[in-house]
């Protein structure tokens, strides 16, 4: 399976991007979807994830400003978020977990500025 995650840059505080996760050699679908990032310094961390029902799950820090998604037609993740903060930016990756391993996308910066 291969990942790649696009859709990330540079927005202000309060802004908002969208990401997106294309999977190709093996389907997304019956499988959970789930975003990561790691931000300098710090652990990689989930941020949120989306179970191949449509179960969602977040982080706590993100609760409410960002929604994943999912569309098994084209293959596709996204992650929608909206009143970006300075302290998400970080390198987001995607990330699915199928014939027993995790599979992770290349990641996308993305950086709030203040």
């Known amino acids: 399976v291969q990942l790649q995650a696009s859709g990330g840059g540079l927005v202000q505080a309060g802004g908002s991007l969208r990401l997106s996760c294309a999977a190709s050699g093996s389907t997304f679908s019956g499988y959970t979807i789930a975003w990561y990032r790691q931000a300098p310094g710090n652990q990689r961390e989930l941020v949120a994830r989306?179970?191949?029902?449509?179960?969602?799950q977040y982080a706590d820090s993100v609760e409410g400003r960002f929604t994943i998604s999912r569309n098994n037609a084209k293959n596709t993740g996204a992650l929608q978020m909206n009143s970006l903060k300075p302290e998400d930016t970080a390198v987001y990756y995607c990330?699915?977990?199928?014939?027993?391993?995790?599979?992770w996308g290349p990641g996308t910066l993305v950086t709030v500025s203040s």
């Open positions: 989306i179970t191949g029902s449509g179960r969602t």
């Open positions: 990330n699915t977990f199928k014939f027993g391993r995790n599979f």
